[in-house]
């Protein structure tokens, strides 16, 4: 893919037929629901990788304007996907992840704004990933070259060039959205009149990397796992209990030890006795929950691919630092922290402050939830969002 940078030549852009649906990840011939996509051409990527074709699925809401001034750019995290608002079904296996904050008179007022939101590179929802077919026509799988945020991120510029959009006037997202965003307002600085990172870190710690490194090793360790060519095994749905497992260790991090002791404490599992074995207690009901559900809608490789390249992530990575990458921003910004976070620490969100021209102000959001509370708490996170809008 050209250096991201300048509209070389308008990508092909449709809508895919519907199909059969299949658990776990989107496949052509699925139901579509919301979805668009855009065919992007060949991609080289960071670390010698090559994708001689890329899609990309994604979502829009409200009108491009006509100077296309409007345009906001959404990015999901690590389980997200390109169903940002609106219900589950259609096409779609769950309700949109961020759904108060994109519609009508909503902190992404789409009477107002024009709302992308792309799958990212190597997920499982309709871009190109380790569950898509490679050129011989089986499943990547294996195969499939090893992706860092900057990669991610070359792809979302070839689809803002595709659409014809110059610049946008928000690039926001949270987690490995956060990352994104971040990597946009460096890599192009001007095509980012205001970037928004949300519970996130400018690099990747090794705190950070200690926790995902026991996540993949839950996946690769599961026997179903097959070195990660499992897409045309006979059972046909893979390591879901090593990504079940994963997603236990994640979402472990993602919420607060406040909220897991007021909410389960040392409670029993209705109708289990955990006491001599046998029985769960509450807490773990519930992280079997969240296990089961992602499950229904993920890709193991996926997660795998994806959770490598929030590894790789590091803005100043061949910029003399951090602080030298950061100081390159030129667009308005908003960072904010949850102060319970204990996956990306408020502190990291005022070291991105800190070296952003300015070093505007870290806005730290309360809440019980935990990493998650930048999706949950609407009340204090909607009207930053809007505050940041209005002078842009």
Known sequence: MAPPSRRESPAALRVLPGGRAHPGLWREGDPVGRRQFADLGPQDLETGGHLPAVRVAYETWGTLAPDRSNAILVEHALTGDSHAAGAAGRGHPSPGWWDWAIGPGRALDTDRWFVVVPNVLGGCQGSTGPSSRAPDGRPWGSRFPYLTVRDQVTTEIALADALGIDAW?????????????????????????????????????????????????????????????YYDVADGRGPVAGMGVARQ??????????????????????GEQPLGGGGRFAVQSYLDHHAG?????????????????????????????????????????????VDSDRLYLPEQSAQIAAALPGSPEPVVVHSDHGHDGFLIEADQVGPRIRALLDVV
Do not use: C, N
Request: hydrophobic share 50%; glycine share 10%; no cysteine.
């Open 249 to 270: 260790i994640a979402h472990t991090t993602y919420r607060s030890a406040l909220e897991l002791d007021t909410r389960f404490g040392r409670q029993a599992q209705d």
């Open 293 to 337: 559900k992602l499950a229904g809608r993920f890709d193991p490789a996926s997660y795998v691919a994806l959770t490598e390249a929030i590894l790789s992530h590091d803005v100043g990575r061949g910029r003399a630092g951090v602080a030298a990458a950061l100081g390159r921003v030129t667009a308005r910004s908003l960072v904010l922290a």
């Open 169 to 229: 006037a928000l690039v926001i997202g949270g987690s490995m959205g956060g990352m994104r965003a971040l990597e946009w307002a460096v890599t192009v600085p001007d095509r980012v009149r205001a970037v928004a990172p949300l519970a996130t870190t400018a690099a990747s710690t090794g705190d950070q990397i200690a926790w995902a490194h026991a996540q993949l090793a839950a996946i690769r360790s599961d026997p179903a796992w097959h070195g990660g060519d």
